[in-house]
T-cell receptor
Framework: QQQVKQSPQSLIVQKGGIPIINCAYENTAFDYFPWYQQFPGKGPALLIAIRPDVSEKKEGRFTISFNKSAKQFSLHIMDSQPGDSATYFCAASKGGAQKLVFGQGTRLTINP | DAGVIQSPRHEVTEMGQEVTLRCKPISGHDYLFWYRQTMMRGLELLIYFNNNVPIDDSGMPEDRFSAKMPNASFSTLKIQPSEPRDSAVYFC??????????????FGPGTRLTVT
């Protein structure tokens, strides 16, 4: 119940395409869902986050879609660029707790 | 602010040796986390502290691992004795809880540990 399942493991998209990364969770107590972006040799950094009271959140070219009934959420990257090539992690936490449960990560490659 | 600082950035040691990883959190942050990242297991939370007190150490793999936070600006993760399966990138992160309840964990650059 503590797991967050992320797919796909890797994804290759042409520049300008819209990569979509999906995550699913079981624990209905989760109430905070961030996405982290990690470049090679660096630590993860918060990209965007959502709470379950909204179904969608946009920040620039990044959008989180949230489906509470299906217990799924996804990250969409509009007009993807080679600079977006990185590993993306979804995560979840519950009840304002600081402890995050991370998905396995998706290695995204945007080809020029 | 310089962000979360970790040292060393790379550590190569022989099996059986003691390894100590160090972390300086962002000033003013009252939560500190230690993570381990491997290809097989992804990003795993090992332990986290609040106001220098360990809150959850359920992710610590075994007694060979220990972590301390003697003050608000310093934490260590120690492995004694080290084993080849401990080879991984170890991240330290820190955070604080804003009034609205949303928070962000700030990660350090990591320590790449290789145990031969």
């Amino acid at each position: 119940q503590q797991q967050v399942k992320q797919s796909p493991q890797s994804l290759i998209v042409q520049k300008g395409g819209i990569p979509i990364i999906n995550c699913a969770y079981e624990n209905t107590a989760f109430d905070y869902f961030p996405w982290y972006q990690q470049f090679p040799g660096k630590g993860p950094a918060l990209l965007i986050a959502i709470r379950p009271d909204v179904s969608e959140k946009k920040e620039g070219r990044f959008t989180i879609s949230f489906n509470k009934s299906a217990k799924q959420f996804s990250l969409h990257i509009m007009d993807s660029q080679p600079g977006d090539s990185a590993t993306y992690f979804c995560a979840a936490s519950k009840g304002g707790a600081q402890k995050l449960v991370f998905g396995q990560g998706t290695r995204l490659t945007i080809n020029p | 602010d310089a962000g979360v600082i970790q040292s060393p950035r790379h550590e190569v040691t022989e099996m059986g040796q003691e390894v100590t990883l160090r972390c300086k959190p962002i000033s003013g942050h009252d939560y500190l986390f230690w993570y381990r990242q491997t290809m097989m297991r992804g990003l795993e939370l090992l332990i986290y502290f609040n106001n220098n007190v360990p809150i959850d150490d359920s992710g610590m793999p075994e007694d060979r691992f220990s972590a301390k936070m003697p003050n608000a600006s310093f934490s260590t993760l120690k492995i004694q004795p080290s084993e080849p399966r401990d080879s991984a990138v170890y991240f330290c992160a820190s955070s604080t809880l804003p009034g609205q309840g949303a928070y962000e964990q700030y990660f350090g650059p990591g320590t790449r540990l290789t145990v031969t």
